[in-house]
């Protein structure tokens, strides 16, 4: 990673609740943000909600309230439960805020001033849900979109359209030359088979007449911005790059080298994909805006074979498996569970696999290594040599760190884990207890409880992204003044430190 990381999530739709699809993409992008913070990068973590369209307009209307008392609502909470799990995001943007309505306007005009522009007609297959239009082959004889599987609408009415099918061949291009730049594979090949049809225009507007929340355009104040141009421009927003205010011909377009732009990566599900990866960056091409760095875009949590969704009602609260379990257990279940980039299924019996395994492992090795220093030696790390684990630890390190570069995080957590499990390994080898009850081996003790220590260490700081408060604890009880470094823990001198023995970790949970 570069020393400065912009990383963004996808703006979620202020008409329903967070759930655990949208906790899991936070909170990936929240562990990348805190990984790279470790490192010493510069960081911007932006998150928000999409807050025009149909379907706000639409879910506004079902509550008999206004668009925006739905909104201020659902940002609330939104941050709300980011809050009680831990995500500390940089940025919050809603789509609502004046400075990203100029941003918007200024863009769209500057596509139209630069001729990609122009009107039309447009009929077709509209889903609501997805915000967007569907192929007659995408919605199949039943006429349903493919992600939702809710019916699709026939739309017909006079648009304004963006020259996309101009830029067609330069996306092709940039995605050949960029090979990562679309992650994982599979993603980037279904990207480039797409990509083998001709690309239509982009329709970039609604009259008003039939939708009348959303950013008016300039150049046709009759007609509002389609919503998904409107929401991908938060990313410019939210980068600073082009400061509210500024004209459509300004230079500050040309020089973005003093702002978060070009983003290093925006990580979203497999659903928004198509978004991502075609329609905004042949808008930032029109735009002539730099691209993005990468795109990851993960898969679906499932229950039984359908995606998690609001509209399919079969959504699991995050908050409530925090209430039992802990924001931390949350966090690290569905950043261990799922292999980034692939679907996952939510079970309860794997969330309880999961726990245990945080519990049994990792909670268990911290509870014991820091009674025995307290019964053994009065609370005090000896100062024997720490350098016990020093090999499992240097092999976890450099294996962490190759899977973190190709974003393979689940990866990195089950490494991180393996430390652990061989710190306990370490203990039943080691038997302290026996150690203990002989006075000649008084130095064996101290280096199995110093080297428990150092490798304590160095879980807090490889847990601290993932289990950030589980983390803060595990080192105030080691006496640390705060999660070390990675680099500071490995190298750590633990000897002579005080430690505050405490309840588990990660106590047993009465279901
Ligand atoms: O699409 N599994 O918002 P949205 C994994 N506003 N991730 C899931 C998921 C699931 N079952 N369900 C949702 C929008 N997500 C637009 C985005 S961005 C400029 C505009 C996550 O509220 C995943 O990140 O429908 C997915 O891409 C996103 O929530 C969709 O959230």
């Not at 995500?87 to 596509?111: C, K, M, N, P, W």
């Amino acid at each position: 990673m570069s020393n400065r990381t912009y990383l963004t999530t996808p703006i979620y739709y202020a008409s329903g609740e967070p759930h655990l699809g949208h906790a899991y993409t936070t909170i990936l992008a929240d562990a990348f943000a805190r990984f790279a913070r470790q490192a010493g990068d510069r960081v911007l973590f932006l998150t928000g909600t999409d807050e025009h369209g149909q379907k706000i307009q639409e879910e506004a209307n079902r509550r008999g309230v206004e668009p925006i008392e739905l909104c201020d609502e659902m940002a609330e909470r939104f941050r709300d439960a980011w809050d009680l799990l831990d995500i500390g995001y940089d940025r919050f943007i809603r789509t609502t805020e004046a400075e990203h309505i100029a941003i918007v306007q200024s863009f769209v005009q500057r596509l139209y001033d630069r001729g990609y522009v122009y009107a039309g007609e447009y009929s077709g297959w509209y889903s609501v849900s997805q915000e967007r239009y569907f192929t007659e082959k995408e919605i199949g004889p039943d006429r349903v979109d493919p992600i939702a599987g809710k019916p699709v609408e026939w739309v017909e009415e006079e648009n304004w359209f963006f020259r996309m099918s101009a830029f067609q061949e330069a996306l092709i291009a940039h995605i050949e030359a960029n090979p990562d730049w679309i992650r994982p594979e599979v993603r980037k090949n279904e990207i480039l088979g797409f990509l083998q049809q001709p690309l239509g225009d982009l329709s970039i507007s609604r009259p008003k007449r039939r939708l009348r929340w959303g950013v008016e355009l300039p150049f046709a104040p009759e007609h509002v911005a389609y919503v998904w141009v409107d929401a991908l421009i938060n990313y410019v927003t939210a980068s600073g790059a082009i400061p509210a205010g500024t004209r459509p011909d300004d230079p500050a377009w040309d020089d973005v080298a003093d702002s978060w732009w070009p983003a290093d990566m925006h990580l979203i599900g497999k659903d928004i994909l198509t978004t991502h990866a075609v329609y905004w960056p042949t808008l930032l091409m029109g735009a002539g805006l730099p691209l993005p760095r990468c795109i990851l875009a993960h898969g679906w949590w499932v229950v039984g074979d359908t995606k998690m969704s609001k509209s399919l009602g079969n959504v699991v609260d995050p908050l409530q498996l925090r209430e039992t379990f802990g924001g931390d257990a949350v966090r690290w279940y569905l950043l261990r569970e799922m292999p980034t980039g692939s679907d996952a299924s939510y079970t309860p019996e794997r969330f309880l696999v999961r726990y245990d395994e945080l519990a049994n492992v990792f909670g268990n090795l911290a509870q014991r290594s820091i009674s025995m220093i307290g019964k053994y030696r009065d609370g005090v790390v000896p100062d024997g040599p720490a350098d016990g684990l020093d090999a499992a630890i240097d092999s976890t390190l450099s294996s962490v760190a190759a899977s973190l570069s190709s974003y393979r995080l689940h990866e990195a957590l089950a490494t991180a884990m393996d430390l652990a499990r061989t710190a306990n390994g370490y203990v039943e080898e080691r038997e302290p207890w026996a150690q203990a009850k002989d006075a000649a081996r008084a130095s064996d003790l101290d280096e199995t409880l110093a080297t428990l220590a150092r490798v304590l260490g160095v879980l807090a700081a490889l847990f601290h992204p993932v289990c950030p408060e589980r983390a803060e604890e595990l080192a105030r009880r080691l006496g640390l003044d705060g999660v070390p470094t990675l680099d500071g823990a490995r190298n750590d001198e633990p000897g002579g430190r005080t430690v505050h023995p405490g309840e588990p970790l990660f106590p047993r949970v009465q279901l």
